[in-house]
């Protein structure tokens, strides 16, 4: 007999178990390892309430795991809650036996009862994910460029070393770029312990006139040669900022490192980032046809579900839709069913009509597509160039996206 439940203190040593087999390349099989994430484990289940661990179990046995957690999430300048799934992971010999499935049907479940109707997650295999209604979200953009292209800050240098005494300030300065930043998450507390825990994270903070502390970096310094101790990469790891200064300081200290690394890898959701180099060209040396060069390489992250569209429109209420006024029927497609919704908004304001007519305008799409879209990450009109979207009305499909078009696509820095 299988059952579903929350996983007891006395059984984390099954979920390391699991765990380790499921993401070897992260983890350190030693016993003294083993130990180790277990104490991480217990320290979320102390310190973070909102993170809560489940598991299949057969009999005594645990056969699948996953953590449940509830973010504090900024989605267009109001904070609301938002589910999470984060390493869901199935025992070796228990695999292709719809297990994963079981989990993700459980989860969902978990936040719809709580009237929670977002969850995200941060993929291990996109496409099993996009099959089962999550959409893709925003592409990261990683930079790798030589640490001599970075601007130099012409101000006074009000830069510092951080430690844990300054968590606080750190976590004041991480809140504030939230408020600004459509998608960002409140830091759960596990996250902050392992960024102090690394012995080779390095912390700098930006300090404003007032003292307060108002950005911040993690970065660390990694070898880039086996036979050549001299060449050095800054790894930046986390870049916090509330305006365009504050960038520009903590950008400026990077500069500073030039006698001593020679190149530096940022991650950034912003797509004119390159601006920011005398010369965006990539390290790689890469060109493409037409006399194009590698400035960057994307990868894709976070993916969103809409468990409950009806719910969802309730939660973010304080959405205007860009004042807009447009009528349209929309069907989402599943693998299991279709749902079809005759929405109507007028000065901003949304509402599903119960009726069973149709509107002039009718789109139909996948679920997994119209979350994304519904979040920030795409448009209407970028899927139906994809073949994506099907729509009885090309003149009315721009008015739609005008609806539902944010500046930018939602930022998230969570790693759960």
């Known amino acids: 007999m299988r059952e579903?439940?929350?996983?007891?203190?006395?059984?984390?040593?099954?979920?390391?178990?699991?765990?380790?087999?499921?993401?070897?390349?992260?983890?350190?099989?030693?016993?003294?390892?083993?130990?180790?994430?277990?104490?991480?484990?217990?320290?979320?289940?102390?310190?973070?309430?909102?993170?809560?661990?489940?598991?299949?179990?057969?009999g005594k046995k645990l056969i699948a795991q996953m953590r449940l957690l509830i973010f504090e999430m900024n989605f267009l300048n109001a904070t609301i809650r938002v589910g999470g799934l984060g390493s869901?992971?199935?025992?070796?010999?228990?695999?292709?036996?719809?297990?994963?499935?079981?989990?993700?049907d459980f989860c969902e479940k978990y936040f719809l009862d709580q009237k929670i109707p977002l969850v995200a997650l941060l993929p291990f295999s996109p496409p099993f994910y996009y099959n089962k209604g999550y959409g893709y979200g925003t592409k990261m953009n990683r930079?790798?460029?030589?640490?001599?292209?970075?601007?130099?800050?012409?101000?006074?240098?009000?830069?510092?070393?951080?430690?844990?005494?300054d968590l606080s300030k750190l976590k004041k300065?991480?809140?504030?770029?939230?408020?600004?930043?459509?998608?960002?998450?409140?830091?759960?507390?596990y996250e902050w312990e392992n960024n102090f825990s690394d012995p080779e994270n390095l912390f700098i903070k930006s300090i404003d006139q007032q003292g307060e502390t108002d950005g911040y970096a993690i970065f660390k310094f990694k070898s880039t040669h086996p036979d050549n101790y001299t060449k050095i990469q800054i790894l930046?790891?986390?870049?916090?900022?509330?305006?365009?200064?504050?960038?520009?300081?903590?950008?400026?200290?990077?500069?500073?490192?030039?006698?001593?690394?020679?190149?530096?890898?940022?991650k950034t959701y912003e797509e004119d980032f390159h601006y920011l180099f005398s010369n965006p060209l990539s390290c790689s040396e890469n060109a493409t046809d037409y006399g194009y060069f590698e400035t960057n390489t994307q990868y894709i992250g976070n993916m969103y579900k809409i468990l409950d569209l009806p719910l969802m429109?309730?939660?973010?209420?304080?959405?205007?839709?860009?004042?807009?006024?447009?009528?349209?029927?929309?069907?989402?497609?599943?693998?299991?069913?279709?749902?079809?919704?005759?929405?109507?908004?007028?000065?901003?304001d949304i509402g599903i009509e119960q009726t069973k007519k149709t509107f002039g305008l009718r789109i139909a799409l996948t679920l997994s597509d119209f979350s994304s879209v519904f979040v920030g990450a795409t448009t209407f009109r970028r899927l139906y160039d994809a073949g994506r979207l099907e729509c009885s009305d090309m003149n009315k499909l721009m008015s739609l996206?005008?609806?539902?078009?944010?500046?930018?696509?939602?930022?998230?820095?969570?790693?759960?």
């Open 401 to 416: 996206d005008a609806a539902f078009v944010v500046e930018r696509g939602p930022v998230c820095w969570s790693d759960y």
């Open 173 to 189: 300065a991480h809140s504030e770029m939230m408020a600004q930043t459509h998608g960002m998450a409140e830091k759960m507390s």
């Open 143 to 165: 930079y790798i460029v030589q640490t001599s292209v970075l601007p130099r800050y012409a101000g006074e240098n009000t830069c510092d070393f951080a430690t844990k005494k």
């Open 88 to 104: 869901l992971a199935v025992h070796l010999l228990y695999k292709k036996q719809g297990i994963a499935r079981e989990m993700i």
């Open 313 to 348: 429109l309730k939660h973010v209420e304080h959405r205007k839709y860009n004042n807009q006024n447009i009528c349209f029927t929309l069907t989402l497609i599943e693998s299991s069913r279709n749902q079809t919704y005759n929405i109507v908004i007028k000065d901003g």
């Open 4 to 58: 579903i439940r929350e996983i007891k203190i006395v059984e984390m040593d099954q979920y390391c178990e699991i765990a380790f087999h499921s993401y070897p390349s992260f983890k350190d099989f030693s016993d003294k390892g083993k130990k180790g994430f277990i104490h991480e484990m217990l320290f979320i289940r102390k310190h973070d309430p909102d993170i809560k661990f489940y598991g299949m179990f057969e």
């Open 236 to 266: 930046v790891r986390e870049l916090i900022y509330t305006n365009r200064e504050v960038l520009s300081k903590l950008i400026g200290f990077f500069a500073n490192q030039g006698d001593q690394a020679q190149t530096i890898e940022i």
